[in-house]
């Protein structure tokens, strides 16, 4: 079996970033971003192992574009795989609240 290799856009970075000040803002706590923003990672770092465990968008042009994604408490990551060179691309996390397929669309 072969391990993937997860890797994070700048724009799945810079969506982190926002999580942790958004958390740290509303509870006061930096460790308190921190431990989820590391969570989320490490949600994403299981992905080596086994990167087809994320469930396929019910939005056609996500499923069509090979978008899948993980849903951790209540933030969804979306990434991509490419078979060829066993790479995970992760691009981007939401907040469940949002509307993150309009946000998507955007980013493609």
Aim: one cysteine or more.
């Amino acid at each position: 079996m072969t391990n993937w290799q997860v890797l994070m856009t700048d724009t799945a970075k810079a969506d982190l970033r926002e999580i942790a000040l958004s958390i740290c803002e509303q509870s006061g706590d930096l460790d308190t971003a921190v431990s989820f923003v590391t969570e989320l990672q490490e949600q994403c770092l299981a992905l080596v192992s086994f990167p087809e465990r994320g469930a396929i968008p019910k939005d056609y042009v996500l499923k069509a574009l090979g978008y899948r994604y993980l849903v951790y408490k209540h933030y969804l990551t979306f990434y991509l795989m490419n078979a060829t060179e066993h790479n995970v691309y992760i691009h981007a996390f939401f907040n469940e609240k949002q509307d993150y397929f309009r946000y998507m669309r955007k980013r493609i």
